[in-house]
């Protein structure tokens, strides 16, 4: 038996111990936002805050969950989450959107931890998140304008 | 409008013009608008309250939204506000109350203009193939909405004008459009509505006065756009299938005991693409095809390596071939030149990679079928589906999703992942929705690469080091060779071999184009911009040797020789202007251009590239000057430009599949390296400013992107890059 939070909702799980915290999420849990890209932590499309820490969920097996807190971007609504979503939406990053939900909680994820990031810090955390459609030159912009919204 | 020879061959049937096309105006059923799973999103809304519908592209509702039936797929390229963009300037509506919808498959109502009777979304054509189209349909119920005010105030028509969403008459009365809605159905729809003047354009183009914003960034930077991973249907089963490890090989014998007693695993079924294992949900489906044992029939199979192929297309192109293009006498400019210049290039196969890997969901139920998929060719997915199930078409239901990316990958000649959720479905016998849902590994093993290619380059030059002679041969496997689309090819070669190679802009007093199709048992598949991909490299690469062997500036080269293409000039300097061509820059680092015409837009590109002393390089900046006739929304064609760049660096810097003994060596995101974030230039895109029908954007920013990094490269180590991928060092 795991038991963690899920969205701040307790969850007990006695199924399959294998089972990645992705597929749980998107089929039991029945929350899609967390996209699956490629199944080995090379894409970032999954990500998810495990205990605070930006986490690939299609990596990691129900059974290390035990008193974990998991937040997926239906629950991201801190402030920096909140800074990100908002900027992402005013710089128009979106093309075809599948990566972003991972790109968001890993930029909400570094804001929390670093207020004004360099474009240097910007490359570091961020570039385990692939977009196919190149969105980056806009994520850069828009990580940029969520420190700023979040100092003022 | 005219359009160039090569869109035909992606002009799936055959070329319509825009004018005299199906548009029809009238009061229709509002159920023309599909049942949408995508509604979730306060954008996108649902149409229950009855709209009226003014024809079958715009429904205006009495509580003032105005929904636009977008036929098209959106991918990322931003239909879903362009489209409602071209209706909301004719019609005179205010952005914030402008929804979209995507239509049902319907190839009568909603096919593709360019393509004749196919609903279909590709070769950069959403907007170019609608544009007529829609203002028509947004000017016909602007007159609708005037008429109504002109009954209803007793007053001419001719001084009532519609903006801001509202009808005003010039005594000062007003009334918004929702509340004339119901009295502008009863309108005899107009023949031959008036268009707007460009000048009197507002919210499209360059000079509208603010950014329209895109219509899905909201749920698509929330977690809530849908796609066709995230369809939910009662009793639906998840799918994976084993597909053959080799291209052309078939099931043999499958041992399904193990997979069978896997907790959640319900069914092992084979199917004439593979063994599939459905599932309560992923992960079983996944460990249950992990437990089965298969041997395979690889009698026929591809069982080359790269080497091997790379070696069979040099021979191809070492034998006689068919001239596509020929212009004076080559033979004579090379027997009169002072000097002639050679080179060959190679090119590999590349994969689409999407971020989603390709999925559907697919229901036969009381002979019906429903499918949920991003399709990019509706009529084909439909068709094909009917074939196998004998389910007569009108009787497949298709709800198109958000895709995850497509880049070509989703529009295939036989519907590859959509035929094989159809196949399990009918295996299954039962009524049950299945989700197939590929890996990673499926996807990227799963063949429709980029075609490889190679090609070989001769030209002369006269004593004063003019070029005379320019002489390109190409070889690469036919993408509509053995499909459906055969009779598509209008020579006796595939043009994609040669597009964007043939049209050649530059004046050269002798020109010779000649190609001969690859035989290969890897499946291929367009890829964005096609040929394009490989032809703008070669001849822009090819073109900056011209210009180092004859001392001149690669700037200067391409001015003297675009004497013919006054656009194509303008644009070439608008890109070297903006990046400062010719400025002094570092020892370590130089600029390269390259320019490229493709799908009727023609984009220019600078790239400034570093040099480190252990040969690894990083590409600084990119600006990119583009004529693509008016741009409908500039903030959405500048983020085209922005990705297509990104998606050809990639490719250009990273990316091949290779073959070992017929097997993909590539299975994943470790080996088939995309770009990332860190390798990510600067992009500052200037948008040539025209009142000329909208041509596409989805693929011109990605032909020009590689060239331009590798003539950079060129004038930096004096040695040009003739095989790709270029990795991430060069030799110095
Ligand atoms: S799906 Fe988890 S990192 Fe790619
Ligand atoms: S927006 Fe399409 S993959 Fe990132």
């Known amino acids: ?152 | 409008m005219t359009r160039s020879p090569t869109l035909s061959r992606r002009a799936l049937l055959r070329v319509t013009a825009i004018a005299g096309t199906g548009f029809m105006i009238g009061c229709e059923d509002p159920s023309v608008v599909d049942d949408n799973t995508n509604s979730a999103s306060d954008t996108n809304t649902n149409i229950d309250t009855a709209p009226l519908t003014f024809n079958h592209f715009i429904n205006i509702s009495t509580d003032d939204t105005v929904t636009v039936v977008v036929k098209h797929l959106d991918k990322g390229q931003g239909v879903t506000t362009g489209l409602p963009a071209i209706v909301a300037e004719e019609l005179g509506a205010r952005w914030d109350q402008m929804r979209w919808q995507y239509s049902p498959a319907d190839s009568t109502r909603y096919n593709n203009l360019f393509w004749g009777p196919v609903q279909g979304t590709g070769g950069s054509s959403s907007i170019a193939n609608s544009w007529k189209q829609l203002r028509t349909a947004g000017a016909a119920a602007r007159e609708m909405i005037i008429n109504a005010a002109a009954k209803e105030w007793g007053v001419p028509a001719t001084e009532i004008t519609v903006s801001n969403g509202k009808a005003q008459h010039s005594s000062g009365k007003t009334a918004s459009i929702g509340e004339l809605a119901i009295a502008a159905s009863q309108i005899t729809p107009p023949t031959e509505p008036k268009l707007k003047l460009a000048r009197d354009f507002k919210l499209i183009g360059v000079n509208a006065s603010g950014k329209l914003p895109r219509m899905d960034s909201k749920e698509k930077s929330t977690g809530t756009a849908q796609y066709t991973i995230d369809v939910k249907r009662p009793n639906m089963l998840s799918a994976v299938m084993a597909h053959p490890p080799l291209f052309g090989a078939t099931v043999k014998h499958v041992d399904d005991t193990k997979a069978l007693q896997i907790e959640g695993v319900e069914h092992v079924l084979t199917t004439p693409r593979g063994v599939a294992v459905v599932a309560k949900h992923h992960w079983a489906a996944l460990k249950g095809r992990e437990a089965l044992t298969i041997e395979w029939d690889d009698s026929a199979a591809e069982k080359r390596s790269s080497d091997e192929l790379t070696a069979y297309l040099q021979k191809v192109v070492s034998e006689p071939m068919t001239a596509v293009r020929e212009e004076g006498d080559i033979k004579k400019a090379f027997n009169e030149s002072s000097k002639t210049i050679e080179m060959t290039f190679d090119f590999p196969y590349l994969a689409h990679a999407t971020m989603e890997p390709m999925n559907c969901v697919l229901q036969l139920k009381n002979g019906e079928c429903h499918i949920w998929t991003g399709s990019q060719v509706p009529t084909l997915d439909v068709g094909t589906v009917a074939a196998i199930t004998g389910i007569p078409p009108e009787n497949v239901h298709l709800h198109v999703q958000f895709a995850g990316g497509s880049f070509g990958r989703r529009a295939v000649p036989d519907s590859d992942y959509v035929a094989e959720t159809a196949m399990i479905a009918k295996a299954l016998g039962k009524t049950n929705p299945i989700k197939l849902q590929w890996t990673r590994e499926d996807d990227m093993l799963g063949g429709r690469y980029r075609p490889m290619a190679h090609h070989q380059f001769q030209a002369s030059l006269d004593n004063k080091g003019n070029l005379t002679g320019w002489h390109q041969r190409a070889t690469a496997q036919s993408i509509l060779r053995g499909t459906p689309f055969e009779a598509m090819i209008s020579g006796a070669v595939d043009d994609s071999l040669t597009e964007g190679g043939k049209q050649l802009p530059y004046s050269v007093p002798n020109i010779t184009v000649e190609a001969a199709e690859a035989e290969i048992g890897v499946p291929v598949l367009w890829w964005r911009s096609v040929g394009h991909t490989f032809n703008a490299y070669s001849t822009e690469v090819f073109l900056d040797e011209i210009a180092h062997a004859s001392q001149q500036d690669p700037v200067e080269l391409r001015k003297k020789l675009l004497t013919k293409h006054p656009k194509h000039k303008k644009v070439l300097e608008l890109a070297a202007d903006k990046s400062n061509w010719g400025s002094a820059l570092p020892s370590n680092t130089a600029r390269g251009i390259a320019l490229h015409e493709s799908f009727n837009t023609v984009v220019a590109q600078v790239a400034e590239v570093t040099l480190n002393g252990d040969g690894s390089y990083r590409v600084n900046k990119i600006t990119c000057a583009v004529d693509c006739g008016i741009a409908v929304t500039p903030d959405v064609v500048k983020a085209q430009l922005e990705g297509g760049i990104g998606y050809g660096l990639s490719a250009t810097m990273g990316e091949a599949i290779t073959l070992k003994e017929g097997r993909v060596e590539q299975n994943n995101f470790h080996t088939y390296q995309p770009l990332r974030i860190n390798q990510m230039p600067e992009i500052d895109v200037h948008i040539v400013e025209s009142n000329e029908a909208p041509t596409g954007v989805g693929e011109p920013g990605t032909p020009p992107a590689g060239p331009a990094v590798a003539n950079a490269l060129r004038a930096l180590t004096g040695k040009a890059i003739t095989q790709l991928p270029i990795g991430p060092s060069v030799t110095t």
């Open chain 1, 1 to 152: 038996m795991t038991e963690f939070t899920l969205n701040g909702k307790t969850i007990q799980y006695d199924g399959d111990p294998t089972m990645p915290l992705l597929w749980y999420v998107r089929d039991l849990a029945e929350l899609t936002g967390s996209k699956f890209g490629c199944g080995i932590a090379m894409c970032g499309a999954c990500t998810m805050h495990v205990n605070g820490q930006a986490t690939r969920s299609c990596s990691l097996p129900m059974s290390a969950l035990d008193g974990a807190t998991v937040v997926t971007i239906e629950g991201l609504s801190t402030a920096a989450g909140e800074a990100v979503k908002e900027a992402w939406q005013e710089h128009d990053v979106v093309q075809c959107g599948y990566c972003q939900s991972g790109q968001v909680m890993q930029a909400a994820a570094l804001l929390a931890t670093n207020a004004m990031p360099t474009d240097e810090d910007i490359d570091v955390a961020m570039q385990g998140n692939v977009c196919r459609c190149a969105t980056y030159h806009r994520i850069r912009t828009a990580i940029h304008a969520a420190a700023k919204k979040l100092e003022a």
